[in-house]
């Protein structure tokens, strides 16, 4: 595992380079975090759906990001530049395409683990006693869950971002790159990209105090933009034929 570690290392590097020649992934990327997960995390018990509605435009907007922040790591990579105006057009080309993938994911786990969260309750407040809350054996499932596929996804995204359109095609080729490069792809499949930033707005506030919570949730929001950065340039040397802006075409105001 010498050389994948020294690979993966250098790769690290080389994300973290990409991040002092384009200071402005990193800013809008923290930024977009604290404006929603950051205003959930703050938000009273009672006030927690307000929030959701007041930050659901920019949710939207991340999930077209991610593959924005991945077509901009190729333009740094390769000495380019990614401009203010193509900023909007490639996010929003972008959206449609990781909402499916996001559907095509999760719903059918939901349907397995909200029915399962909803009975747990339910016994629990037929109890009496505190407020009822969810065993921590099954938080914990809930979470390996979500790193299983995390490390599933881990070449899927970049996929869909900057090879194909299709969901179907970008889950072939995602899942065919684990398999066909193991083991020089492990340090990249087991990093938690997508996991540490969900577990930082999951936490509950009494865990660490609003102000840690919030500060926790930026960290994660850059670890993982730190391991995407890595992940691209590994996806770039065994698909060199991606384009500049990715799998989209919806690029305008470049100039």
């Not at 900057?162 to 790159?177: E, F, I, K, Q």
Request: charge should be positive; hydrophobic fraction near 55%; include cysteine.
């Amino acid at each position: 595992m010498g050389r994948p570690w020294a690979t993966f290392r250098a790769d690290l590097a080389r994300s973290a380079g990409a991040w002092a020649a384009a200071p402005g992934l990193v800013d809008l990327s923290v930024g977009l975090w604290l404006a929603a997960g950051g205003v959930r995390s703050i938000a009273a018990p009672g006030a927690a759906e307000a929030a959701s509605l007041l930050t659901l435009p920019i949710a939207l907007f991340l999930t077209g990001f991610s593959g924005t922040q991945r077509v901009w790591y190729v333009r740094v990579y390769r000495g380019q530049r990614l401009r203010l105006g193509e900023i909007f057009p490639l996010t929003f080309g972008f959206v449609g395409r990781m909402l499916l993938l996001g559907l095509a994911i999760f719903a059918p786990i939901a349907v397995v683990l909200v029915p399962a969260a909803v009975i747990t309750l339910a016994s629990r407040a037929s109890t009496g006693g505190s407020a009822p809350h969810l065993p921590t054996a099954f938080l914990l499932a809930v979470a390996a869950c979500g790193l299983v596929i995390d490390a599933a996804l881990t070449f899927v995204v970049p996929a869909l971002a900057l090879t194909t359109s299709s969901v179907r095609d970008a889950l072939r080729r995602g899942l065919s790159m684990i398999r066909d490069t193991w083991p020089a792809s492990a340090w990249y499949v087991l990093t938690p990209g997508l996991t540490l930033p969900v577990l930082a707005v999951a936490l509950p506030p009494s865990a660490l105090g609003t102000g840690g919570k919030v500060l926790l949730g930026a960290g994660a929001s850059l670890l993982a933009l730190w391991f995407k950065g890595a992940i691209v340039a590994f996806y770039l040397r065994h698909h060199p034929e991606v384009g500049d802006n990715g799998a989209t075409s919806r690029v305008v105001g470049a100039r």
